[in-house]
């Protein structure tokens, strides 16, 4: 079958509105199975994909499969063909009611009035049209109007000479029928649907199909042979063949199994391998076997949590929905008052069955908001109220009070940081699904934030201090389930009523390119440090060019922290963002400064972003040069260096040189500085005194640290942030580098990092590095991520949850020959692996290679050398920034530009938070081709004296003054009789030497 490179078409755009700051939106729906009663909505989601192919007889037939989403009302649904000539074809528009299924074959279709997910519709179009064919799904809803769910342009079949494998189908099968639930210790038969989209057959031999469960390998499928197959042996184009792995015993843990499936790319290429590869969600549950008394049993899992944001961003809103199951025998009812509580503050347990809560709601008593509590005002509380209750005034003041932060006190509080829901109702075997939205924030420096459930019976019914609406008196601050009390739910498992799940908050960066260069240039300096982030696994949220623009009708310098009129801006702000990178590169006097506290230059907006607890990378070599000479004027002393004064006395916004000089040495740490040093040219990996690895220390970087310099008065040319350092004005550290043909460390930079409690007593610190050492200055790629990825740390970005895997560095070695390659050298591709996550992962690479023809093909595996296999294993790769090189050989055997690619992970088997590193297309700066030339064999039989056409000739090309040499206008030493002839192999020579 041939299909779209499309491979979904999904009909309206699928967003989800989220409500502003923490609101909470609650989705409950009871999980039952209900026959005959079919939902019309308004709203219609589906994801809908197309291809064609052609019968036993050949005649053409074309497919939509409903892959996921609504079904289709067959009666409402139309299928417009259109040709290459824009006409309909032949009985265009269809009904999707008139479906070939009988004829075809194709998936599978139940004939009933729905059009499913998982069924295919198909028919037989005769003659077969002209391509492109353009395809369209219109679909009516109940209010008449009609609306384009599906819309797709189909190919006609490549002409190349290439066969192009591709996963058509990956299923389940449980006791012989499809099924994506299953309980564990079943088994169950993973089955792959391959078919061909090239023209090229392919043996069934070379097929090989391989299933995974999550990062973990199942096995090889098996090829159910079809019965009556028109061509044995092999898959030609449009036919599909079946791979099985049969009785699968379906492993712990339990909840949801991505599996995944994937066929080898062919050793003599693909016309497209990125249809290779499908996955499948799996839900694996447990049989129900009370082993507790009969009764209701609540369960909440992390297993049967989903987040809408696995990686979020600070600020981002995220939708968790988890899933409370009941596994008891018995109904779990709204006078059960059965309580799910879901919070980021901790909720502790005591050998499983005790739940103790901090609630969200400030305590009256509290010397903080006591007299806050006596001045507010509810207002007098509705007669329907607590009607003879002596208490009823302060009872309706304290619900009131706990509105204000967003709790009920005696129905489901929706608002985090704790949300409580209450008298849930679940059937037997069934669940209830919660989604609540929160903001993502930490206040802990590694920005990891826990998200605690708990649930179980409430009984009473009580909730916050001092009274709930029955006007009995609670232990303030405290929630005691019913586990810790007498008539605890009969047949609930206290064990399993307790969960917790941990993400991390990732920072938001903005880039400022404030160079000066054109991207790609020599003077390029944003280019390295964008691919030293990226193969650090760190994802910047804007860059954005440094320019001036208009703020409420004045002309400021942009970036700021903030504007007066955001919106006509439109550049990005400061405060928006955790870290911001400010990139000058070379130029000379990069940054501003204008005493402004309102439109302030380059300088006040960075220290109004520092004020505010941010962290600020400056990568550039005359920063403070720029600023001497604009606006400090400070003149150096009797050493040659330029000493900045004490500014305690200084005030900023007051003028430009205070600023300058505020800005420098209390944000920067800087007392003194030096201009015009010299830098290293490169800095290499190794050096003279440490061959291996030329570091100082354990750590593998082309750095020199030496710890003693933290706190130290003298300014260094480049910093690198330590695991240690004071919280004062001193700088916490510096940095040293070694040229490699230096024999003295140079110090090269300076970082550092402050704190203070404001007056109103809210704790402020900031983190700041000069860099003024580019990253061009360092030779490979790995040495400028591994930089990045520590000043990253510094600045609390690690990742700590989570995976990330990366080409880090990329090299093309001539092994067997001479540089360049010629026809049958051999080449070495090494590359290296870097691990940004925490864990110690294994996985694989895979070589490509595209050559003169465009097209890409995997290098052949075990060629030439037998051991190298591809892809390569690798092995326990520790996490935290651990590399390991692999390699694989290629033969030149054929001439031309080659270009090569690794990509790590190559199936995507293990989910990683960035994906745009797993091959080395996002540096700017490594060099991934070649070019192999012919071996070309001169042979010398023109019957001339030697050597007359030498490499130090004139402008023909003869040397005059070579007593060896000689040309027909004379020469130092005639020729024999023999020797008159001009020496034309030597013309040739010379000629091929300049190609």
Sequence with gaps: MRRSNKTRGVSETIGTVLLVGIA?????SVALFMAGNVKEVESVYVSLSSGYTTDPSGQFVLFVENNAGDSLLLSRTTIIVKDGSGADVPGSPFSASDCDYSTTGIGSWDDNDLWSPGETWSKIISPTPTFPLEVKVVYQKANGEKTVVFSESLEAPPSTSLPDLAVEEFYFLRYGQRSDEVLVGEPLDLVATVTNLGTAPVPHDNITVQFYDRESYVGDGVLQTPEDDPTPGELTYGETINYIYPSWTVPYPLGIHKMHCRITPLTSGEISTSNNYRYRNLDVSISIVPTRPSGPNPVVSSKDVQLSKTYPKTGDEVTVTLFVKNLGDQPIGYDDDVMLVVSTEPITTEGGEIFNWIDDIPDPEDDDYKEDYENFNPGPPPPDFMPGNTDRDEIWKEVKWAELYGQDLDGSDYTFPTCKIRHLIIPVAGQVSISLTFTARSASPDKILTIYMAVDANPGDYT?????????????????????????????????NYASLTLQIIPRILLVDDDGAETGSENDVTSHVVESLTGAGVQMDRLFIAQAMTDAGVLRDVPAYEYVDPPTVGAPQMKDYDIVIWVTGKEENPLTCNADATYGGNVE???????????????????????????????PDENGYYVLPDTTSFVKYNTEREDAMIFVRNYLGVKRFAVDKDLPGVIYGETPSNPITGWEGNDSYSVLMDDSAAGADDYAEWTYPLEYGSDTSDPVGMLYVQDYN?????????YHSHEETTPGGETVAYRSVYLPVSPPHVRYLNEKISMAARIMKWFRWELRIGNDLAISKMELVVVEGSYPPKFMDTVEVRVTVRNNGPDTLSTSVEFYVTGPDGIERRITPNFPDPSEDNPRDILNLPGGGGETVVTKKWKATSVGLHTFRAVVDPYHIIQEINEENNDISYSTSTVTSLVAQNNILVVDDDGSWNDTYGPNGDENGYEEDNPNNWRFDGGATEPPEWGMLEDTTGAIVHFLELL
Excluded: C, H
Aim: proline share 8%; hydrophobic share 35%.
């Design 464 to 496: 916050v201090l001092p009274y709930d609406l029955r006007g009995e008196s609670l232990p303030p601050q405290r929630i005691v389930f019913s586990s810790e009390e007498e008539g605890a739910l009969e047949g609930d498992d206290p064990t399993d």
């Design 605 to 635: 907006e960075m220290m109004k972003f520092l004020d505010n607890g941010g962290y600020l990378w400056i990568v550039g070599e005359n920063v403070l040069k720029g600023l001497n000479e604009d606006y400090m004027n400070i003149s």
């Design 24 to 28: 909470v939106v609650l989705v409950s």
């Design 742 to 750: 230096a024999p003295v460390k140079e110090p090269y930079g300076i």
